[in-house]
């Protein structure tokens, strides 16, 4: 990948997690909490007696939530320091 398309995934990683930089891990957690929550499929339960209505909203839930996790993994990845690489660069003693 050249680093036009990471910035770009990361931007939309961002935007979908309501985030901007500079991101800790608490905030990227805390993000995808709130995301996972709102987008949660079973909420669309009781929101419509139209089976083909709740269906789209469920489905759309769906993909959101799996969008949702891609983002938090792909921000995990590269935003947020590794604390076991701090670690293994600088062991105790």
């Not at 009781?46 to 709740?54: C, G, I, Q, S, V």
């Amino acid at each position: 990948m050249t680093d036009d398309v990471i910035h770009k995934e990361v931007a939309h990683a961002l935007e979908i997690l309501g985030l901007t930089l500079p991101v800790t891990s608490d905030d990227l957690e805390r993000a995808r909490r709130v995301q996972l929550y709102n987008w949660n499929p079973a909420r669309y339960s009781n929101l419509t007696n139209n089976p083909k209505a709740y269906m789209q909203a469920y489905k759309k839930a769906e993909e959101m939530t799996k969008v949702v996790e891609a983002s938090y993994a792909l921000l995990s990845a590269l935003l947020v320091p590794d604390e076991s690489d701090d670690k293994s660069q600088n062991p105790p003693g």
